[in-house]
């Protein structure tokens, strides 16, 4: 199929105009041909820019992940900012529920590379702990942002209601504790921080982790 001489789009733009068109009506009714309408232009004019649907939509991911409104305070502790970055993610994946499993499909790792250097540089951290503690953070981010979204793409509360009757415990909790979703995700966030924090303080715990050994008894299911 011939393509014409002058592309008429930019990869910006189809990206953004893929977006919209999973924004409203999800990934099942995405096609080329719905965002070279969109565009105003023939399918050809996309393949200046993208050699298929996929690479397409693998590009979606990095433009949620570009637009990130984070701005560090000045004297914030590392936490600080990690968990403000974390929030900012999270809702930046959030805005676009029908979009976020792409995250998952097409992890855009090696975009990343930049900010996971500035991350681990301020880890406190031995060296040896630092992956540990990205993969931690950044599987909390994602994996509570796409719990989330599906929720919110099928239209269903991420927690259903519970009887207290039979889980009595639960329900206490969730009676107790804020049932919204960020704010759910903080105090998680806040309670593996602390765990960091608490395995800087002491070293023969973190060595016992590293070379796979624990004095925790494993769980058995009957």
Known sequence: MARPHQPRI?????TRAALDIIDRGGLDHFSLTLVSRSLGVKSPSLYHHFRDKSELLAEIPRHILRTI?????AGDSWEERTLR?????R???LEHPHAAPLILQF???HSLLTAYEQAVKDYPE????????????EKLTFGSALFEAASRARGIPSMPAVDAGRFPNLARAIARESTDSEATFVAAMRIFLAGVRHGSEAPDRRKAARSG??????????
């Open 107 to 109: 992890f855009p790792r």
């Open 91 to 93: 809702r930046g994946l």
């Open 85 to 89: 970055l974390c929030v900012e993610a």
């Open 213 to 222: 050994h624990s004095d925790i008894a494993p769980v058995r299911y009957t």
């Open 10 to 14: 930019t990869r910006e733009m189809a």
């Open 69 to 73: 409104n984070f701005r560090p305070g």
């Open 126 to 137: 031995a060296s040896e702990d630092r992956l540990g503690i990205l993969d931690g953070i």
